[in-house]
């Protein structure tokens, strides 16, 4: 079946660092991939997606771009915040909208 | 708008006792999802409805889990009688397009604690 595994964590680093998350999958057919983040004390919010090969989702400064070939969507950010501090899920969507989701990612951004 | 509300926020009970789960997705939402997430693991999906109708219930774990969706509004999730592996965060969903380009918008979770 469908699953998804990305790198564990927990991810430190210092404010303005670079930051990846790995993410590979396994699916049948062409599923949508998405980046959620949930905030400490806060439920799970999109923060990304990408529905097709070679598309390239982005926001608040993230990327992810959907490698086929690879079946990666690992996630970026150039400079890291405070703020970023939060646990990432990598999820995918097969039929009928079922989210196959990752582990999560704790990030602990340091000032 | 509201968005997805679940109560409680955070339930301790021991085992063999019961709980009820609720959750209210955004009006208007016929896509109604329960995942679960256990000691920091992956989030497992668990059901589907779409209205009132189990689309999916693949995921849930044994017959000691009850989900039902009244009117195809909200939606509750009782575990009885509750057993110590049932521990962790129970997550409600909602969408209101079926298709596989569709975004879920999460409640904040409902923390179960098994004694």
């Known amino acids: 079946g469908d699953s998804v595994t990305q790198m564990e964590g927990p991810v430190t680093l210092s404010e303005e660092a670079f930051l990846t998350i790995n993410c590979t999958y396994t699916?049948?057919?062409?599923?949508?991939l998405f980046w959620y983040v949930q905030y400490p004390g806060e439920g799970l919010q999109l923060l990304l997606k990408?529905?097709?090969?070679?598309d390239k989702g982005s926001n608040k400064g993230f990327e992810a771009t959907y490698r086929k070939e690879t079946t990666s969507f690992h996630l970026e950010k150039g400079s890291v915040q405070v703020s970023d501090s939060a646990v990432y899920f990598c999820?995918?969507?097969?039929?009928?909208?079922?989210?196959?989701f990752g582990a999560g990612t704790q990030v602990v951004v340091t000032p | 708008e509201a968005g997805v509300t679940q109560f409680p926020s955070h339930s301790v009970i021991e085992k063999g006792q019961t709980v009820t789960l609720r959750c209210d997705p955004i009006?208007?939402?016929?896509?109604l999802y329960w995942y679960r997430r256990v000691m920091g693991k992956e989030i497992k999906f668990l059901l589907h409805?779409?209205?009132?109708?189990?689309?999916?219930e693949s995921g849930m774990p044994n017959n000691r889990f009850l989900a039902e969706r009244t009117g195809g509004t909200y939606s509750t999730l009782k575990v009885q009688p509750a057993e110590l592996e049932d521990s962790g965060v129970y997550f409600c969903?909602?969408?209101?397009?079926?298709?596989?380009?569709?975004?879920?918008?999460f409640g904040e979770g409902s923390r179960l604690t098994v004694l």
């Open positions: 999820a995918l969507s097969g039929s009928w909208g079922k989210f196959q």
């Open positions: 969903a909602s969408s209101q397009n079926r298709l596989t380009t569709g975004e879920l918008f």
């Open positions: 699916a049948t057919g062409y599923p949508s």
């Open positions: 990408a529905t097709k090969a070679d």
């Open positions: 009006s208007g939402h016929d896509n």
């Open positions: 409805f779409v209205k009132e109708s189990k689309q999916d």
